[in-house]
């Protein structure tokens, strides 16, 4: 088994920004997402990587994620989870349709500003190599199949960070993220936005 980096991270250290909640959810319901991510902030969430060579992955990552990898030295994959904490607070919501949704989509928020700090984590780890880090992506996104989650999860110990693949490979907790990021001195990080994937149910067009 290949050397794991593990992570536990209190959400209220990755508080997404106020501001932008706002403009997300409304001013008008400013203080009912305030209630909920006093709640969802109280989770301790958990995130690992792992590095591998470019050649030991097996990964058939389609044509567009494909080329961020063609000058990969090594892979860092990664994975994080709000956990089972993040299902009981969301369902604690459920017979209150508007808190029910404020809380799925704060949780969705912490659950990127976890993929976004296991990223730093990465980022750092390259920075002793001189290495430089593409963007993330995740099976199911930009014409990577979902069904590589297998493989992807496969690096890792079963269960890692509590998460677990469905036969269909989606995660379960669900307010969880997975990807993989390709590292080498010649790799750039790429600004881009939708045009560049052809994926029409993105969650996270309205991010880019």
């Known amino acids: 088994m290949k050397e794991m980096f593990e992570y536990k ?27 909920v991510l006093m709640r969802l902030s109280s989770i301790e969430a ?28 090594r892979v860092a994959l990664f994975v994080a989870s709000l956990g089972e904490t993040s299902k009981r607070i969301i369902n604690f919501y459920r017979e209150d349709p508007l808190a029910y949704y404020m809380a799925d989509f704060l949780a969705s928020e912490f659950a990127e500003a976890m993929a976004g700090y296991m990223y730093g984590r990465i980022k750092e780890y390259a920075l002793n190599f001189d290495w430089g880090c593409s963007n993330r992506y995740s099976p199911g996104y930009c014409g990577w199949s979902v ?7 496969g690096f890792f110990p079963k269960n890692s960070c509590g998460v677990r693949l469905s036969e269909s490979f989606l995660m379960d907790p ?5 990807g993989a990021i390709a590292l080498g001195r010649e790799v750039r990080y790429q600004e881009y936005g939708c045009k560049m994937c052809e994926e029409k149910n993105c969650l996270y067009k309205s991010k880019l």
């Open 46 to 73: 958990k995130g690992a990587f792992i590095i591998i060579d470019p050649s030991e992955s097996g990964f058939h990552y389609g044509a567009k994620v494909k080329s961020a990898f063609s000058k990969a030295e």
């Open 147 to 153: 069904k590589e989650q297998g493989i992807l999860f």
């Open 9 to 35: 991270v209190s959400l209220s250290s990755i508080m997404p920004d106020k501001g932008e909640i706002a403009q997300k959810v409304g001013h008008d319901f400013v203080e009912e997402a305030d209630k």
């Open 174 to 178: 669900v307010k969880s993220v997975s």
